[in-house]
C-alpha cells in the first residue's frame, strides 16, 4: 500500500452551534441530570460519533455532546446547518441512523432512563435534507418496560433494537407498530439469557465455576452493516466470550478467546467453551471490539474480534477471524497488529474491500494501520503486513518552540498571539474554552478587576488580544525606584506561556479519535475525532521525505543529498537559522543588481556563517558531498522535489467534466487546505535546508551556473510565499461583495444560509464563530478537485508561485496570486505578499490597487502615474510582463491608450472617493485624448472635481478652457453657488467670467429671489456686491430692495419680528445708498407687479416666494416704478414700528404690528421718544399736533413736579447730549427743547399750528399761569387774532386786551410807516375786537390791569379812528 498520511480539519471551524430542539418525555419522575462539565473538555467535544451513507442522503455525521445529552447531525454532503436535539438524560452508546423506504431517515436511541426515541427526517428529493425551523413533531418515545438501563444500544434497521443488559443478557425490541405525528410507537420486548441449561448447574458447583464477577458484562456489541436481511446479534462480554444471538434462539454459539495472542496454528485449534486459565477482565467501558462483514468472495458473513493486550511490549493485541456457518462460528485465522500498536489503544476498526483498517489511539493522538485480511493461515504472508498513517510533523507550541521564536525581532505578545491563531493550531472552540477558563481565573482573584476583564469584544482574537497578559503589572525597585523590566517581560511570558498550555490541553482532548469509517467512496476513508474529522490520503514526495528525515529513517540513495542537508541543518541550531531565514528574506525581497553566488558570499560574511559550524560537522558534511559527487545535479533534483508536483496535477479536464463536477462541501474544502499547508511546510523546511547549503558552498558557488542559482532562489521565494500566507487565519476580513465580485459560487445562498441561522447558543454552547484559514478560502477562489493529494497539487500548482525560473519577473500567475488576496480583503496579506515581488508592471499595479484600497491615495497615484508608460503603441513592454499586466486589469487585456488608462484610473479614484486624484488623471486624460472625441464629461468631471475640492480659480480656468458653450453655462453656475456656499465671496469677486457675466447675474438672481434670505449664502448680499463691483448701482439698489421684500413678506411670526426687521432696515439702508449714487433724475428702479404685489402707493408690500421666470422675460412683465423717497419712505415706517415694538412688545401678541404712521408717530410720543417721534413724522409726512402737545403737557409737568417727569424715561429728549449739556433747571431744558423743536418743525408752512397747540395745551392745562414769552411773541407777530380768540374762549380777559392792544399798536405802526395807504394798510378784525370789548364790559370782576387795558384800547381804538378818517379824504 502507498504511504499514507492523515490530513484534519476543525468542526467548529466549519459548521455553527444551531439552538439545539428541546426533546422532552413522558415519564413524569425522571431526574434532572446535572450536566458535566469537565474544565479540560468542552460539552462541545464529541464522546461518540459515527457515520451514515446512502445514495440519497449523502454522508452523515452524528455525534453525542456535552456529555451523552445532545445529539448532532452534519451533512458532509452539503452545507446545510447542523441539526441538534437536546434529551433530558444522557445517550446510551450507539445510536444509529438507518433508511426507512426512501422517503424517511430514521435516527435510534436509547437514554438512561430507559426511553427509546425515533427521530424522524423526512426526505425530499431537491430539497434540503433537514430544515431547522420546520413545524412538526421530530421524535417519539418508548418508554421501555425494564426500566432503567445502561448497557449498548444495536441498531437493526427501523423496528428491531437490541439492548445489551447485566450479566450478559439481551433485550431484543421489536416494533409491531410504528407512530405518526400523533402518535407513538409500539414496541415488543424479549429478553434473551446467554447462560446455557449445562452452564446454570456448573454454576452451582463452586469448584467448577470460579469465574470473576461482571465477566457475562457485554462491552462490545455488532451486527452486520444495513442494509441486510442477517439478523444475528455478535457480543464480546468482558471475560473475552464471543456469542452470537439470533432472535429466536437466543445465543446460539459461543468461542472463549485468549488473552494472549495465539500462535500461527491458532486456525486449527479447536474452540473451548471457556478458558482454561482464567484471565484478567476487560475493562468494563463500551469498546469496539467487534466488526461484521461480508468479504468479496462468499456471502457468508464474518466477524472479526479483536482482544487487546496493552500490557504487551510487542503489540496492542491480536485480531482474529470468524466465519459464519448457519448457528456456528468458525475460526479462520489470528494476526497480531503492528509493533507500533505497542502501548496504544484501539478505538475503532472496519474492513472496507477486504482491507482492514484500524484506528488507534497513540497517546492521546490518531494513528491508522491497515492491511489486507488473510482468510486462512495460507495466505498471512500475501496480505503485505501493516502500513500506518499519522498526522505529518507539525510545530507544537512547547515552550522550547516559543522560546524560539522569541529569537526573531517584534513583540512577544504579537508572536504569541500570531502563534496560536496560526491554522490548524487550535481550533475555535479551543481558543474560546481557554480564554473564558482564562477570563474566569483572573476574575476569581480579589478586585479591583482590570479593564480589558470588563470589557465585551465582538471577536475571540480581540479578547485574546487584550486580556492575555492584563493581569501582569510592571513594578518599581521599592529602593531605586527603577521600573523591573525583566520581571515584567517574564511575568508576561509566563502568563503567555499558561494560557497556550491551557490552550494545548483542551486541543489535545479534542483530537481525541473516536471512529473510523467511509462515507462517499470519492471521500476515501474517514476518521472522526471528538472536534475533528480527518481524512487517510495519500502520502506525496515531500511529505514523506520529511517524515524520514524528521524520524532519521533510512532513504534511498538518490536523496542523499537530503540527508546531508537536514543534518547540517538540525546540527546548526536554532538562533543561527532564524538568522539565516530572516537574511535570506531580505536578500529575496530586495531587487538585486548582482550575481546570486556575491550576494550568498556576502551574507555568509555577514553572518559568520563558517565560523559558526564546528569542525566535525564541517568535515563530516565534506565527506558526504565527495561520496554524491555531481552536487549541482543533486540540488537540482532536491529543487524538484520542492516545486514538483503528482503527474496527474498536469492534466487538462474537459469542460463538460468541469461543468459536470459537484461543488464540494466545505469540509473537503477545508482538508485540501489543510492538506496544501502541510506540504507547504514540509517543503519549505527542505527548502530552507537547500538555501543554508548554499551559504556552506559559498566560496564554490561562482563556479556553479548561476541559472540554477537563480531558480533556487525563486523557488525559495515562491514557497515563503505559499507559507505565509497558509499560516494566516481567514477571520472575518472577506466581505461576500468581494467574494461576489471574485465569482466564487454559492455565496449568496452561503451567506443567506449563515444570515439564516445566526442562533444563540445555550448555557451549554460555546459563544464561538466558524472561521477558516486564508488557504481554505483560496481553495473556494481557485476550484477545487475531488481527491487528495490531487486537489491539494492543483491548488499549489494553479497559484503558479513555484513555476518561475527567474526572481527578476513575476509571472501571470504569481500576479494574478497576489491581486486575488486584495479581492478577498486581505490587505496586509497581499502587500507582504508582493513585497517578495520584483517591482514589474503587473506589480506595481496591484501594489497601486492596495494602497488605494488602504487609503494611501498619494502613493496610489504616483504608482498609476509609472504604469502610464507601460500602455500606448510605443510601450517597451516584454512579452511576460504584458501578459501578467493584463491579468489583473478588469477586461484581462492591456488598454490600447494611455487616454484609456488615465480614464480607468480615474474611475478607481471616483469610486474611492478621492476627488484630488479623479480630477488629476481626468486632466491627463484630456492631455492625451484622441482629436474629435467627445470630452464634454471629462471636461465637466474636472470643473466639478475643482470645484468640490474647493480649487475655484483652477476650475475657472477649466471652466473658459473648456470647448464647449453648453457646458459653461451649465457649470457656471454650479461654481457661483459651491463659492457662495463655501463662504468664498471674496474669491468670486476677484473673477472676471468674460462672456459669462450675464449667466453669473441670472444664477445670483435666480437663488436671490427663490432662496431663503434669512439663510446663508446671502445671495443677495452677494448678487448686490457683483453688482457694485461693476458699478451697477441701480440693480444693486433693486437687488437688496427685493431682499427687504422677501423679509417682508416672512414676518408673520412675532418671535422673529425684531430680527427680521433690522435685516430688513439692513437691506433698505444699502439699497438707498446704492440709489443715492445714481443720478438724480434717474433714482429709481422697476419691480414687476404680481397679483400678489398688487398694493397702494407707500404701503408695505409682500412679494412672491417664486417669482416665474416669464415675468422677467423682455417685452412681458409690468413694471412698478420705485423712487428713492418710496425707499425712504418705507425706511423710517419700518424704523418706527421696530422702536415702538421694543419700547412695547405686547404689541407683538395683539397683532398690532402694522400700524398707520400717525399712530407710530403718537406711541413714539407717548413713550417720551420725542427725537425719534418727530424725525418719523417728518420722514413720512405726519402731522404733529397731537406729539407737541404731548410734549407741551410734559414740559408743563417739569415745571410742577419735575421728579416724577425725571423718573420716566427721557433719554430721547432730556437726556441727549445737546440738551444735557444746556444750563438750567429741568423744566427749563424741557421749554427750550419745546422751542427749538417747533422752529425747527414749524413755520408758514404749516401755519403755526403746533404752537398755537403748544399754547391751547398750556391754557387748558392751567390758563392763570402765562405762557412762555416766546410763544405768545410767536403768535403776536404771526397769528395775533388766533392768540385773541384763544385767550377769549379760556376767558383771560386781560391777555386778550392786552393782545388787542398790542396788536392795534403794531397795526398803528405800519399805518406811520406805510408809504402808500391803502385799505389794507388801514384793516383790523374790529368784529375781534368788538368782542374784546364786549367781554371785558360784561367782566364786572375785572382787575384793576384789566380796567386799565380796556381804557387803554378804549383810547387806542379812538386815535385810530381819527387817523383814519384823516386818510379817507385825502385817499378820495
Known amino acids: 500500500m502507498e504511504p499514507s498520511v492523515l490530513v484534519a480539519t476543525h468542526l467548529s471551524a466549519l459548521y455553527p452551534s444551531p439552538q439545539p430542539i428541546t426533546v422532552y418525555s413522558i415519564q413524569k419522575d425522571i ?68 433508511m426507512s423506504g426512501s422517503d424517511e ?48 444500544v444495536q441498531v437493526q434497521g427501523t423496528h428491531c433494537v437490541v439492548i445489551s443488559l447485566p450479566g450478559g443478557s439481551l433485550l431484543r425490541l421489536e416494533a409491531d407498530a410504528l407512530g405518526s405525528d400523533t402518535q407513538d410507537d409500539v414496541w415488543r420486548e424479549t429478553r434473551s439469557d446467554a447462560r446455557s441449561f449445562l452452564h446454570s448447574i456448573a454454576s452451582l458447583l463452586p469448584a467448577l465455576h470460579s469465574a470473576p464477577s461482571g465477566g457475562s458484562d457485554i462491552i462490545s456489541i455488532s451486527t452486520h452493516p444495513q442494509p441486510t436481511d442477517i439478523g444475528n446479534v455478535w ?36 474452540a473451548s467453551p471457556s478458558p482454561a486459565n482464567p484471565a484478567v477482565l476487560l475493562p468494563p467501558e463500551p469498546q469496539r471490539l467487534l466488526c461484521v462483514f461480508t468479504p468479496s468472495h462468499t456471502d457468508d458473513p464474518h466477524v472479526i474480534a479483536f482482544i487487546p493486550t496493552e500490557g504487551s511490549l510487542t503489540s496492542g493485541g491480536y485480531f482474529q477471524l470468524f466465519a459464519v456457518n448457519g448457528d456456528t462460528l468458525r475460526t479462520l485465522t489470528a494476526f497480531e497488529a503492528s509493533e507500533t500498536s505497542a502501548h496504544c489503544h484501539l478505538q475503532d476498526f472496519i474492513v472496507l474491500d477486504d482491507m482492514l483498517y484500524t484506528l488507534w489511539d497513540k497517546q492521546g493522538q490518531s494513528m491508522v494501520e491497515v492491511r489486507g485480511l488473510a482468510w486462512d493461515a495460507s495466505e498471512e504472508r500475501t496480505t503485505g503486513g501493516w502500513s500506518s498513517a499519522t498526522y505529518a510533523q507539525e510545530a507544537e507550541l512547547t515552550p522550547a518552540y516559543l522560546d524560539e521564536l522569541l529569537l526573531s525581532p517584534g513583540s512577544l505578545a504579537d508572536k504569541f498571539f500570531e502563534a496560536i491563531m496560526r491554522p490548524g493550531i487550535f481550533s475555535p472552540l479551543t481558543l474560546q474554552t481557554a480564554i473564558t477558563q482564562y477570563t474566569d481565573a483572573c476574575r476569581s482573584l480579589p478586585p479591583p478587576y482590570p479593564t480589558q476583564l470588563l470589557v465585551s469584544y465582538s471577536t475571540v482574537g480581540e479578547q485574546i488580544a487584550s486580556v492575555v497578559g492584563c493581569t501582569v503589572q510592571r513594578t518599581k525597585d521599592p529602593k531605586t525606584g527603577a521600573p523591573l523590566d525583566d520581571n515584567y517581560w517574564n511575568a508576561l511570558k509566563r502568563d ?75 546540527k546548526l541550531g536554532p538562533r543561527l537559522m532564524s538568522d539565516m531565514e530572516s537574511g535570506m528574506s531580505d536578500v529575496v525581497q530586495q531587487e538585486t543588481a548582482f550575481h546570486y553566488a556575491d550576494i550568498i558570499q556576502d551574507q555568509a560574511r555577514l553572518t559568520s556563517f563558517r565560523e559558526q559550524i564546528d569542525e566535525g560537522l564541517e568535515s563530516w558534511i565534506a565527506g558526504r558531498l565527495q561520496s554524491i559527487g555531481q552536487i549541482e545535479g543533486a540540488a537540482r533534483f532536491v529543487l524538484d522535489i520542492i516545486g514538483g508536483f503528482d503527474k496527474e496535477v498536469k492534466r487538462e479536464e474537459e469542460d463538460s467534466e468541469l461543468l459536470s463536477r459537484p461543488i464540494s462541501p466545505d469540509w473537503l474544502r477545508a482538508l485540501t487546505a489543510s492538506y496544501a499547508s502541510t506540504s507547504v511546510h514540509a517543503r519549505y523546511d527542505i527548502a530552507l535546508a537547500l538555501v543554508t547549503f548554499l551559504f556552506f558552498l559559498a566560496d564554490e558557488l561562482p563556479q556553479w551556473d548561476q541559472g540554477l542559482l537563480a531558480e533556487i532562489f525563486v523557488v525559495y521565494r515562491g514557497i515563503a510565499m505559499l507559507r505565509y500566507v497558509a499560516r494566516q487565519p481567514a477571520g472575518d476580513n472577506a466581505t461576500p461583495s468581494a467574494q461576489a465580485q471574485l465569482g466564487a459560487p454559492g455565496n449568496d445562498d452561503e451567506v443567506v444560509a449563515k444570515l439564516r441561522n445566526m442562533h444563540v447558543s445555550t448555557s451549554r454552547g460555546a459563544k464561538f464563530q466558524p472561521s477558516h484559514s486564508l488557504f481554505h478560502r483560496l481553495v473556494d477562489l481557485y476550484g477545487h478537485s475531488p481527491g487528495l493529494p490531487v486537489s491539494a497539487h492543483r491548488f499549489l500548482d494553479a497559484t503558479g508561485l513555484l513555476q518561475s525560473i527567474s526572481p527578476a519577473h513575476a509571472t501571470r500567475l504569481e500576479v494574478l496570486f497576489c491581486e486575488r488576496l486584495r479581492l478577498l480583503g486581505y490587505r496586509e496579506v497581499a502587500r507582504a505578499v508582493v513585497a517578495w515581488l520584483p517591482r514589474t508592471p503587473g506589480v506595481t499595479y496591484v501594489l497601486a490597487r492596495l494602497w488605494l484600497d488602504e487609503g494611501r491615495y498619494d502613493d496610489a497615484a504616483s504608482a498609476m502615474e509609472i504604469l502610464a508608460g507601460s500602455f500606448g503603441p510605443h510601450t517597451a513592454l ?133 432662496a431663503d434670505p434669512r439663510i446663508r449664502p446671502f445671495y443677495s448680499r452677494i448678487l448686490y456686491t457683483w453688482y457694485v463691483s461693476r458699478g451697477d448701482y441701480r440693480n444693486a439698489a433693486l437687488t437688496m430692495y427685493q431682499r427687504a421684500r ?198 408758514p408752512q404749516t401755519d403755526y399750528r403746533y404752537t398755537k397747540v403748544a399754547l391751547e395745551t398750556i391754557m387748558a392745562f392751567d390758563r392763570t399761569s402765562p405762557p412762555p414769552p416766546w410763544l405768545i411773541h410767536t403768535l403776536e407777530e404771526h397769528h395775533p387774532e388766533y392768540l385773541i380768540r384763544t385767550c377769549l374762549r379760556f376767558e383771560v380777559l386781560e391777555s386778550a386786551l392786552d393782545h388787542t ?72
Request: glycine residues 6%; hydrophobic residues 40%; proline residues 6%.
Open 235 to 270: 457480543t464480546l462480554s468482558r471475560d473475552r466470550h464471543l456469542r452470537m444471538w439470533t432472535a429466536r434462539g437466543g445465543c446460539v454459539a459461543e468461542c472463549a478467546l485468549s488473552s494472549t495472542a495465539p500462535g500461527r496454528s491458532v486456525a486449527a485449534r479447536n
Open 878 to 1010: 516584454a512579452g511576460e510582463d504584458q501578459q501578467a499586466l493584463a491579468g489583473v486589469l478588469p477586461s484581462e487585456k492591456l488598454f490600447p491608450t494611455q487616454f484609456d488608462f488615465y480614464l480607468h484610473v480615474a474611475d478607481l479614484f471616483k469610486a474611492a472617493l478621492s476627488t484630488y486624484h479623479d480630477v488629476s488623471f481626468t486632466q491627463l486624460a484630456l492631455s492625451v485624448a484622441p482629436p474629435g472625441l467627445d470630452t464634454m464629461a471629462l471636461w465637466h468631471s474636472v470643473i466639478k472635481g475643482l470645484t468640490d475640492l474647493g480649487r475655484y480659480e483652477d476650475a475657472y480656468t477649466a471652466l473658459v478652457s473648456a470647448p464647449y458653450e453648453r457646458l459653461k453655462r451649465e457649470c457656471t453656475s454650479q461654481l457661483l453657488y459651491r463659492m457662495c456656499e463655501e463662504n468664498a465671496v471674496d474669491r468670486l469677486m476677484a473673477l472676471n467670467f468674460a462672456g459669462l457675466a450675464d449667466e453669473v447675474e441670472d444664477a445670483l438672481a435666480f437663488k436671490a429671489r427663490n
Open 496 to 570: 503567555w506561556e499558561g494560557f497556550i498550555a491551557r490552550c494545548r490541553e483542551i486541543e489535545r482532548n479534542g483530537r481525541w479519535p473516536l471512529a473510523i469509517g467511509r462515507g462517499n467512496p470519492d471521500d476515501g476513508v474517514l476518521i472522526i475525532e471528538r472536534e475533528r474529522i480527518a481524512s487517510l490520503a495519500g502520502e506525496d514526495l515531500p511529505l514523506r521525505l520529511h517524515r524520514q528525515l524528521s524520524c532519521s529513517q533510512p532513504m534511498d540513495g538518490q536523496f542523499a543529498l537530503l540527508e546531508v542537508l537536514w543534518t547540517m541543518r538540525t
Open 1046 to 1243: 422677501k423679509l417682508a413678506a416672512l414676518t408673520g411670526d412675532p418671535a422673529t419680528f425684531i430680527e427680521l426687521a433690522e435685516l430688513q432696515l439692513e437691506a433698505y439702508v444699502v439699497a438707498m445708498n446704492s440709489l443715492a449714487l445714481v443720478d438724480a433724475k434717474n433714482q429709481w428702479i422697476t419691480l414687476p407687479i404680481t397679483v400678489e404685489t398688487g398694493h397702494e402707493p407707500r404701503k408695505r408690500r409682500r412679494l412672491t416666494k417664486h417669482i416665474p421666470e416669464s415675468k422677467y422675460a423682455a417685452g412681458t412683465r409690468d413694471a412698478e416704478m420705485v423712487e428713492l423717497k418710496d425707499m425712504q419712505y418705507e425706511y423710517a415706517l419700518l424704523s418706527a414700528r421696530v422702536e415702538v415694538v421694543r419700547r412695547d412688545p405686547t404689541l407683538l401678541s395683539a397683532g398690532e404690528i402694522a400700524l398707520p404712521s400717525a399712530s407710530l408717530v403718537l406711541r413714539l410720543a407717548q413713550s417720551n421718544r420725542f427725537n425719534t417721534a418727530m424725525a418719523t413724522a417728518r420722514s413720512l409726512d405726519v402731522d404733529m399736533s397731537d406729539l407737541f402737545g404731548h410734549l407741551t403737557n410734559r414740559c408743563l409737568r417739569l415745571s410742577r413736579n419735575p421728579d416724577a417727569v425725571m423718573s420716566e424715561d427721557t433719554s430721547d429728549w432730556l437726556l441727549t447730549d445737546k440738551v444735557s449739556s444746556w444750563p438750567g433747571t429741568p423744566a427749563e431744558k424741557g421749554w427750550r427743547y419745546l422751542r427749538q423743536s417747533l422752529e425747527r418743525h414749524d413755520g
Open 1301 to 1372: 392792544l398790542s396788536m392795534m399798536r403794531r397795526s398803528d405802526a405800519r399805518l406811520t410807516d406805510e408809504l402808500s395807504k391803502t385799505a389794507s394798510a388801514t384793516w383790523l378784525p374790529y368784529t375781534l375786537i368788538d368782542q374784546v370789548l364786549v367781554a371785558a364790559d360784561s367782566q364786572s370782576d375785572l382787575s384793576p390791569r384789566g380796567r386799565s387795558l380796556l381804557s387803554d384800547l378804549r383810547a387806542e381804538i379812538a386815535s385810530r379812528l381819527k387817523r383814519v378818517q384823516k386818510f379817507s379824504p385825502a385817499a378820495a
Open 31 to 98: 431526574l434532572n441530570l446535572p450536566r458535566r462539565n469537565d474544565p479540560g473538555h468542552p460539552p462541545e467535544h464529541a464522546s461518540f460519533s459515527s457515520l451514515f451513507h446512502t445514495p440519497l442522503t449523502g454522508t452523515i455525521l452524528l455525534r453525542v455532546t456535552h456529555g451523552g445529552f445532545m445529539l448532532e447531525l452534519l451533512s458532509l454532503s452539503s452545507d446545510i446547518p447542523p441539526l441538534r436535539f437536546d434529551f433530558p438524560a444522557p445517550i446510551l452508546p450507539n445510536p444509529s441512523i438507518v
Open 105 to 152: 431517515l430514521h435516527v435510534l436511541l436509547a437514554t438512561r432512563f430507559g426511553s427509546l426515541y425515533r427521530i424522524v427526517i423526512p426526505i425530499r428529493e431537491g430539497t434540503p435534507l433537514w430544515t431547522l425551523h420546520a413545524n412538526r413533531r421530530w421524535y417519539r418515545e418508548y418508554v421501555l418496560q425494564a426500566g432503567w438501563v445502561d448497557g449498548l
